[in-house]
Every structure is written in C-alpha cells, then in structure tokens.
C-alpha cells in the first residue's frame, strides 16, 4: 500500500516510488498526477526521460491519453544526479530504457532526501523482466503495479504483445505495434505465433 504522508523530519531521507505495469496501464499518467501535486505542494520537481523517448514530444513526458508534463531528456542515467541539483522530488519516466546505473542513480538520490518516483515497464514483450526494472522494484521502498485492460478478453492485462514483426528490444510503438493482454490471451498468442513459424519452416 502507497502513503504519500511518510515524510520523517528527522530522518531526513528520501525514497525510492516505481510505478510499473504493462503498456497502456497508466504508468505515466500515475507518474504526472504525482509530480504535479508535489509541484501544488510548492515542492521543486525535476522530471527526466531517456532521450531515445521521442514518440509524442521532444521535451515533454506524454501520458497515452495526452496529459503531459515538461521533461529534460538525458541520453544515460548518470546525467540524472548532475541536473537534479536542490530539488525535493525527481520523476523518471520509461526507466527500462535505462542503463543499469539507474538504480545506483535513484537510491543516491533517495540517499541525498530526494523522493524519487519512477516509472517504467516490467516485461518486455517477450514477458521477461525488462532492464532495470527488477532491481529498482526490489529496492524501492513502495511499488505499485497497474494493470491494463486486455484487448482480447476484457480482463486485467499485463502482458505487452507486440503485433509487429520485429525482435529488437527496444521498439518504441503505440497501440499499432502493442496490445495489452491478459496471461491467458497472452499464453495462446505466444502458442499461435510458433505454430505459424513451425508452418512456415514446413513450407
């Protein structure tokens, strides 16, 4: 369970917030709402993205249904510490994309009484841990995981199956490339794709 309220004046730690998923769970909208009432709370925020993240905006960390939030984008994790200098909360958006050093990256920051929020997919689409994700996840001092709703059966998702072709890990996509799925829809769609192959093999 998540408690915004958990501030110890005299501690005078930070910590360490993922918010993770499949695509199109909400992730990044979860990330926004939390950075912008950390901004209403008069709290200094920084927000960065992998520079690779160029689907919607340049600059901008975009939820899927358009709510956004500016960004500075970085192109590897160790850029992080050295922009997010005197700032209460650190927001981190796609954070699979990051090298492994991100993790050392958010605890130095939560070390430094930074509350640092991050989100980031947890399988690829191959439904393995992706990057990061598994080691932020487990030093994190809260983790809430969001579900989308599966294209094929109506169910909780949290699968993300790529419908294209390719078997790069990274391929950056929208619902043209990805569908959520549920582990069931998920299980048969990986079922059918060998059998298509084992077809093609025949032929």
Not at 58 to 67: F, I, L, M, P, W
Not at 104 to 127: H, P, S, T, Y
Request: proline fraction near 4%; charge should be negative; charged fraction near 25%.
């Amino acid at each position: 369970m998540f408690l915004e309220n958990t501030v110890n004046h005299i501690e005078q730690k930070g910590w360490i917030e993922v918010i993770t998923g499949s695509m199109f769970s909400g992730k990044t909208e979860e990330l926004i709402r939390r950075l912008k009432r950390a901004k209403i709370a008069k709290q200094k925020v920084e927000i960065f993205k992998p520079a690779i993240d160029t689907r919607y905006d340049v600059e901008k960390v975009v939820s899927h249904d358009s709510n956004e939030i500016h960004s500075t984008p970085v192109p590897a994790a160790a850029n992080i510490p050295l922009l997010a200098d005197n700032v209460d909360v650190v927001g981190i958006d796609e954070a699979q994309f990051f090298d492994s050093e991100i993790v050392e990256v958010c605890n130095q920051l939560a070390n430094r009484g930074i509350r640092v929020i991050v989100a980031g997919l947890d399988m690829d689409f191959k439904g393995k841990p992706f990057g990061p994700m598994p080691y932020l996840m487990a030093t994190a001092e809260y983790v809430t995981k969001v579900h989308a709703i599966c294209s094929k059966t109506g169910n909780l998702a949290h699968y993300s199956h790529r419908t294209d072709v390719s078997e790069e890990l990274v391929l950056l996509g929208e619902i043209n490339e990805y569908e959520p799925l549920s582990r069931a829809a998920y299980f048969k769609a990986m079922q059918d794709e060998v059998e298509i192959k084992s077809e093609k093999i025949v032929e």
